[in-house]
């Protein structure tokens, strides 16, 4: 029944901006998207959008609870303005005041401010180059003893208050801290001062009964079940499952009088420390540079996403039991989620909203192709689709794995740095940098960097240039054990200005892949592999492929 009002408020909603309701059917129909979407402000639901089954033959709902991630990281915050509120706590005293037996003296700074703005200086659990050792979490249990040690004794990255890191272990000691000063078990805590009074019928902490499972894949052929991990291995940091409706009646909570009192209300939302380039940071929760509230979240198989602005009340809900695999790409799953955001964004604002192109009936390509390496492309028609194979490869792999013509200034400029980067002759690369990026080559940190991208992919083999502008660059690290992607910023003048890691694929195991015929061509789906798609057309006996603004052509065999 709940599925029939889903579909009830998309006729309804739907009928004058028609650009949301596109977006998520067409994600669906490519086996992108598996979740719920709920588009609203104080006044109305613009759109309710349910695609997919929650676990096998159960339809998702918005009453569907989700594993929310580092959402959680919002209820955290606001269990310890409660207890503020109680008078159990101060935000500016050191946190090892309400540790009891789990202090640490490297933590005689930090204060629970700090904890909630990610400035502790106390590297993260799971998270790579923080200086803990990876650990993963299991299916049993883990004490708040054994967890807080395993990061208790690291050396601070920082001095607290003077720079951001996202902390996961920040968020865990304040879970400790309302376990020590309100006498009750984190969930149990939760769920009787937040979740009980505020409504949130549909809200635990851990997987309640009805509970979405979560799935590693996209493409429905290689779907299979992800792990679910005990919540103790993220206490404060994650382990809560939501409905969208128990979080769209949330972000209405958090913006009234009944929530705390005006003052914590305000230290809740407001921002208190720079976070990246774009964004800053309030109490678990970030505030982008269009002033919108947001906060993403992923876990196994899990990935949400909501956003907010408190000016108009709008409200941006998306959940999805669908992931990646690798934790190399977790952050392709929140870069999707936010993606559809910011389109969703977009049409409410009266934009136009990037969207997946749709798809049409038409005579599909077929037969074998020669790259301009002398490989082979094979395409072979399988139902409505294309498979595309190549041996060993990735078929999205073709513009990035042929180096750019060095008939251009910039394409000689690439072609240069990537033949210098290859051969560690990392001095000369100074002659195309400009004045501080020079100090980086000179000084040998250019070397120390390039050197751990090559450590990523084993033994290097080519470092190909792929695309440039007056902008930027970007080159392909193919290696025996995976590929990393630099990209490189120019000035003004062309120089060099800075060198960093763009992305980073993993060894290459699936490398069949799927194409769609489209109004202009055909569209290879590169998402569910991790990769980036690109566009086709059949000519004559040629195929034309373009991606990151090139074409390269394949010859029939």
């Known amino acids: 029944m709940k599925n029939y009002y889903c579909l009830l408020f998309l006729l309804v909603y739907s009928l004058g901006n028609a650009q949301v309701e596109t977006i998520f059917t067409r994600a669906a129909q490519y086996g992108h998207f598996n979740g719920v979407v709920i588009v609203q402000d104080s006044a109305q639901r613009q759109y309710e959008i349910c695609k997919g089954d929650a676990r096998p033959g159960i339809p998702i709902t918005t009453d569907t609870p989700f594993d929310i991630g580092s959402l959680t990281k919002q209820f955290t915050a606001a269990a310890i303005l409660q207890l503020v509120v109680d008078g159990k706590v101060d935000l500016h005293t050191p946190v090892n005041q309400y540790l009891g037996d789990l202090a640490s003296k490297r933590w005689r700074k930090v204060t629970l401010h700090h904890l909630l703005t990610h400035t502790s200086g106390i590297p993260s659990l799971y998270q790579t180059e923080q200086g803990l050792d990876v650990f993963f979490p299991e299916a049993g249990p883990i004490t708040r003893a054994t967890l807080v ?132 940071y309030a109490y678990g929760w970030q505030r982008s540079t269009e002033g919108y509230v947001e906060h993403d979240g992923i876990n196994t198989g899990f990935a949400a996403f909501v956003s907010f602005d ?9 959940l999805t039991n669908r992931g990646f695999e690798s934790i190399h790409l977790y952050g392709n799953s929140a870069d999707k989620i936010r993606e559809w955001a910011t389109s969703i964004w977009a049409d409410l604002n009266g934009e136009p909203a990037e969207m997946l ?181 059949w000519k004559n006996d040629s195929l034309y492929f373009q991606q990151h603004g090139r074409t390269v052509v394949l010859t029939k065999r």
């Open 149 to 280: 040690n395993r990061f208790r004794f690291a050396k601070l990255q920082f001095s607290p208050g003077e720079e951001f890191a996202y902390s996961n272990s920040g968020y865990i000691l304040l879970a400790v801290v309302v376990e020590e000063m309100s006498g009750l078990s984190f969930g149990d805590f939760l769920n009787q001062k937040i979740f009980q009074p505020y409504g949130l019928t549909s809200t635990s902490w851990g997987a309640a009964s009805g509970a979405a499972l979560p799935y590693y894949g996209f493409r429905v052929d290689l779907q299979r079940a992800a792990p679910i991990h005990h919540p103790s291995w993220m206490v404060g940091a994650g382990g809560v499952y939501a409905s969208a409706e128990d979080l769209a009646r949330w972000i209405e909570v958090i913006q009234s009088d009944t929530f705390l009192n005006g003052t914590l209300r305000d230290e809740y939302l407001r921002s208190h420390t720079r976070a990246g380039a774009s964004a800053t």
């Open 357 to 537: 192109p749709a798809k049409v009936d038409r005579a599909l390509a077929h037969g074998a192709f020669v790259l301009p390496d002398g490989d082979t492309l094979h395409l072979t028609p399988v139902d409505t689709v294309i498979r595309l194979t190549i041996k060993n490869r990735y078929p999205s792999r073709i513009v990035t794995n042929t180096p750019l013509s060095e008939t251009t200034e910039m394409g000689e400029k690439m072609s240069k740095l990537c033949k210098l980067l290859q051969r560690g002759k990392y001095w000369k690369v100074g002659k195309y940098c400009d004045g501080e990026m020079k100090l980086v080559t000179y000084t040998g940190l250019l070397s120390v960097g390039v050197n751990m991208m090559k450590k990523r992919v084993g033994d290097l083999e080519e470092i190909i240039p792929y695309f440039v502008n007056e902008a930027y660059g970007l080159a392909r690290m193919n290696g025996s054990e995976g590929v990393q992607d630099i990209i490189f910023y120019f000035d003004e003048e062309g120089r060099v200005q800075g060198m960093f890691e763009y992305e980073f694929y993993l060894p290459e195991k699936q490398v069949e892949m799927y194409a769609y015929p489209v109004k202009n061509g055909f569209y290879l789906d590169g998402f569910p592999d991790g990769e980036d798609a690109l566009e086709f057309s």
């Open 310 to 318: 408190p000016t108009t009340r709008q409200q941006v809900i998306i």
